[in-house]
């Protein structure tokens, strides 16, 4: 068996998953409001039952994941707002690399490389936008102002146009892609082969080979 | 052809005759109120009052003036409800009213926010956001059609000093033109035919005798600006945005397999 190593921890992995599924869940039922066509879908308040049940996990599972893997989150935060010049040379590389699969020109990346941090700062920002705005439209709605909440649909679609793309793209790639063959197994199992972290987030490949003996 | 309801402020007796058979007609219960004190009864309009005779008391010159108007759906051209409502549950009728069909209607509340008029209600079980808007359909609920019977409104069919009157909307548009002039004529300076242009023409035009304000109409009621943001730049951006991704990502996938399958087959050549 080739090398490996782990990428996510299990905690990091079980907060992914059922964030990810909250996060389709308040996707689709969104999506039912937004789109008139799907509005029968939403009868009786059926779909907006759901999204709220699908906000309470959405909100919920951080809180619990934060205080327990405290060292990770500070990483993680970290990680999220910490941009150089190579994420540049990253953005300007990336088409080619995505459509013709030509990587001379991507920098070498840490854990996280230029796109998985934008997205993932993209979930930070829009997760505490959707959470502000929807606890006001949610509690609020009979003791707000009109124009209060009419605005908070505003942000609150701001949000959704922004994090939906890019969740629709996230998916893309960690499942479709045909050069993403690995990430869906960091995210999945927790180990990658270290071939491929060393393609892939060679930066952070070099730190754990250094700090951590790796797991065969 | 629109059709439309004339209500003559300066012919109201006030006698909720009006609210009365609106509520007969469309099945909905009474409400028990406490004596507050005016003959203004209910408090305010609710799921099962669509219609309610507003009361007010002013003293212009030191006398006194006792005034009465109608508080129900306006049923606009320019419905701020109807571009909202994110189930097509509200829509505009052939003859011009703003129409609902309930079954639709998924208790978002977005039209009770967008009325110019504060006239959609809903009750609300707050924790789990379960809601049902209500509002005057002008008579076109189903099973409680009488405009599709060709029949007036409840509450036209019962005014007894034809203070309420439906017709063609531009029949009455004249009806009213001609009513302010005389009321100008006799000394009402500020009479006035409000719902003839407003939010694109109202299919409940009112004869007053005295400036929108004073009858506390608001003064040209507009859409707000967050709806039109909101449905008008937001709703198309998402539709592009979300199109070009999809689109894009198609491509990409279609463009990196080929490209990807052409490298291994190099390579699979050249170890060969
Ligand atoms: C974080 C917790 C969230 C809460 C508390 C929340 C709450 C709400 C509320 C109260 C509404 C108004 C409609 C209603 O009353 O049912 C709403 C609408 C909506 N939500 Fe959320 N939401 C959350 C997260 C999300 C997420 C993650 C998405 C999408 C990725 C999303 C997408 C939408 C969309 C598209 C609408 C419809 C807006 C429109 O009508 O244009 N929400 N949400
Ligand atoms: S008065 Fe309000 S509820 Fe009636 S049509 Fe106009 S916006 Fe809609």
Redesign the pocket.
């Known amino acids: 068996m080739s090398q490996e190593v782990e990428k996510y921890s299990k905690p990091t992995r079980i907060l992914h998953w059922v964030h990810l599924v909250s996060?389709c869940i308040?996707?689709l039922?969104?999506?039912v409001?937004?789109i008139p066509q799907l509005g029968f879908l939403a009868q009786d308040?059926v779909t907006?039952v759901i999204?709220?049940i699908?906000?309470v996990v959405?909100?919920i599972a951080p809180l619990i994941y934060i205080p327990m893997n405290w060292q990770a989150t500070k990483r993680g935060i970290k990680e999220a707002f910490s941009w150089g010049a190579s994420d540049i040379g990253w953005l300007k590389a990336a088409p080619r690399y995505y459509f013709s699969g030509d990587e001379k020109d991507m920098p070498p990346q840490g854990s996280m490389n230029t796109g998985q941090r934008l997205w993932w700062l993209i979930v930070l920002v829009?997760?505490a936008i959707?959470?502000i705005?929807?606890?006001i439209?949610?509690f609020a709605?009979t003791s707000a102002p009109a124009a209060v909440l009419q605005w908070m649909?505003f942000i609150?679609?701001v949000?959704?146009i922004l994090?939906?793309t890019m969740?629709l793209l996230h998916i893309y790639l960690g499942l479709f892609h045909p050069l993403m063959n690995e990430a869906w197994k960091a995210i999945y199992k927790g180990n990658i082969s270290a071939e491929y972290a060393k393609k892939h987030h060679a930066k952070w490949y070099e730190e754990v080979a250094k700090s951590k003996e790796v797991k065969s | 052809m629109a059709k439309a309801i004339l209500y003559d402020t300066t012919k109201c007796t006030a006698c909720r005759a009006c609210q009365v058979a609106c509520k007969g007609w469309n099945e909905l219960p009474a409400e028990v109120t406490t004596n507050r004190g005016t003959y203004e009864n209910p408090a305010d309009l609710s799921p099962t009052t669509w219609l309610k005779m507003k009361f007010r008391e002013i003293e212009p010159g030191g006398k006194v003036r006792w005034l009465f108007t109608r508080r129900s759906c306006m049923h606009c051209t320019d419905a701020g409800c109807v571009k909202v409502c994110?189930s097509k549950a509200l829509y505009h009728h052939e003859l011009g009213f703003v129409a609902y069909n309930k079954d639709l209607c998924?208790?978002?509340?977005?039209c009770i926010e967008a009325c110019p008029f504060d006239v959609p209600r809903s009750d609300r079980n707050l924790l789990t956001?379960i809601a049902k808007m209500d509002k005057c359909t002008l008579c076109t609920t189903p099973g409680l059609d009488r405009i599709a019977e060709g029949w007036e409104p409840a509450c036209v069919k019962t005014c007894p000093t034809n203070a309420l009157q439906y017709d063609d909307r531009d029949k009455l548009v004249a009806e009213g033109r001609k009513r302010v002039d005389s009321l100008r004529d006799a000394g009402w300076a500020n009479a006035n035919l409000y719902g003839e242009n407003e939010l694109g023409g109202l299919h409940v035009m009112y004869v007053l005798d005295d400036h929108p304000s004073v009858y506390e109409l608001p003064v040209n009621p507009q859409i707000s600006a967050a709806t039109v943001a909101?449905q008008d730049a937001?709703?198309p951006l998402g539709w592009a945005v979300g199109g070009l991704t999809v689109l894009g990502l198609g491509l990409n996938y279609m463009v990196a397999r080929a490209n990807i399958n052409r490298e291994k087959e190099k390579k699979d050549v050249a170890g060969s």
């Open positions: 996060f308040l996707f039922t969104g999506l409001l937004f308040s907006r999204h709220r699908g906000a959405f909100i829009s997760g959707f959470t705005t929807g606890l439209m949610w709605k649909v609150h679609d949000a959704f994090a939906g969740l | 994110p998924t208790g978002c509340g977005y956001g909101w937001i709703q």
